[in-house]
């Protein structure tokens, strides 16, 4: 059965990007912090880049498959929140989380001058809780999941150019529970949900013959469509109501350009994510609702969230034949409003650092180990539409990376 989910998240929700982004979905991504796009030569173009599948050995099939480890320290909140009873103390930290999500690539043969992949990732998550009772009263567990589906089409214009166009099936569900019991507030909420949604990538690569390449790629906006049941409580008296909401997976558009010079290749990544379609969270209820919990669960909120740009380094070296080392570095900055900003996502800056080696056992199979660190910045909180009043720190990631590729 399906049940909703609602959150101030916007359901699409991991880790290492701002807000919920989780770009790192292959070896190299990881270790490149994602600069990828331009220079990928690989199964994993099928995620990155798919224009650029028509640039590998025609006659070959590329596989990769890995699995990425995540964990997220424990984020602290030293400050007050405003209640109907005034200013009280919410100094807290969340749980930690951990969690390890599976990737998949496959890129066909070449068939003309088509070609064809296809990948499984977990493209966006989020898990967040708090064992306080003033952060229960709002948050005490936001989880999302999800799952894309990404198959795409490349065609070789000619030997140094190629487009290509796929569609983004995406499977989420979510799990959002708060309870106000512990601070004598007499509301709590059971929420869960699922929907499977679409849009569509495109792509473009340029391989010029001084070892320059030029690339761009472009995901639409995904409308997530929940609807199912939401389980009220007041006072210890529950009640379920059918209900929907729309929220959408942000637009981005990525420009990359990467040099091979010698044994180094070096590549620059400008991104843009549209993150400013998150304007307004609003529930939709079947049957009126009681106008006690109107202001708790049915009062559209604001967000207002605001477009973001990503700036993101990759360097590889290749040390010898079979040896290749690679660090990347990027600046992600958070589209969370001073004054939006809540206990469900307290999201702030980030410097991310990464590093890792791809190792060629033979001339068919290589693998790999990367790791990526993500610092977020210390945030501070004032005139707050949500009460909040201090200051969010420590927080971001640690993944680790492993990754097979495979060539036949």
């Not at 990769?64 to 995540?70: C, K, R």
Request: aromatic share 14%.
């Amino acid at each position: 059965m399906k049940n909703i989910l609602i959150s101030s998240i916007t359901a699409i929700s991991i880790a290492s990007g701002a807000a919920y982004k989780l770009p790192e979905q292959s070896l190299k991504g990881t270790a490149l912090s994602a600069a990828n796009i331009a220079s990928c030569d690989g199964a994993d173009c099928a995620y990155y880049n798919p224009a650029n599948i028509s640039f590998l050995n025609a006659n070959s099939q590329y596989f990769e498959g890995g699995l990425t480890f995540i964990h997220l320290p424990k984020v602290s909140y030293k400050g007050t929140q405003t209640l109907i009873s005034g200013n009280v103390d919410a100094t807290a930290k969340t749980l930690t989380e951990n969690v390890a999500i599976p990737y998949l690539h496959y890129v066909s043969k070449a068939y003309g001058n088509l070609r064809y992949s296809i990948n499984l990732t977990i493209p966006a998550g989020l898990s967040k809780r708090w064992n306080a009772p003033v952060e229960k009263l709002y948050a005490q567990e936001f989880t999302l999941k999800t799952v894309m589906i990404n198959p795409s089409i490349a065609y070789k214009v000619n030997n140094n150019f190629s487009l290509a166009v796929g569609a983004n099936i995406v499977y989420s569900e979510g799990k959002v529970y708060s309870d106000g019991a512990n601070i004598g507030i007499p509301l709590k909420r059971e929420m869960k949900g699922d929907s499977i949604d679409y849009g569509y990538n495109l792509a473009a690569s340029w391989h010029l013959d001084n070892g320059l390449k030029l690339a761009a790629t472009y995901r639409s906006k995904v409308k997530l469509s929940e609807k199912g049941k939401a389980n009220l409580y007041f006072g210890g008296v529950g009640k379920k109501y059918d209900a929907n909401v729309n929220i959408y997976i942000p637009a981005a558009l990525s420009i990359a350009v990467s040099k091979d010079i010698k044994k180094w290749t070096l590549e620059f990544v400008y991104e843009r994510t549209f993150w400013s379609s998150y304007k307004t969270l609003d529930f939709n209820y079947k049957q009126a609702i009681p106008s006690i919990l109107y202001d708790a669960f049915d009062k559209p909120k604001d967000k207002n969230w605001k477009d973001t740009n990503t700036f993101r380094l990759g360097v590889q070296y290749r040390y010898n034949d079979k040896l290749t080392l690679m660090a990347g570095y990027s600046y992600d900055k958070s589209p969370i409003p001073t004054k939006y900003l809540s206990y469900e996502l307290p999201d702030s800056n980030a410097h991310i650092f990464s590093t890792g080696f791809k190792y060629q056992q033979n001339k068919n199979i290589s693998w790999g180990i990367a790791v990526l660190y993500d610092y977020k910045t210390e945030r501070k909180v004032t005139n707050n539409a949500n009460g909040l009043k201090g200051k969010f720190s420590k927080g971001g990631a640690l993944l680790i990376t492993t990754g097979f590729d495979y060539k036949f």
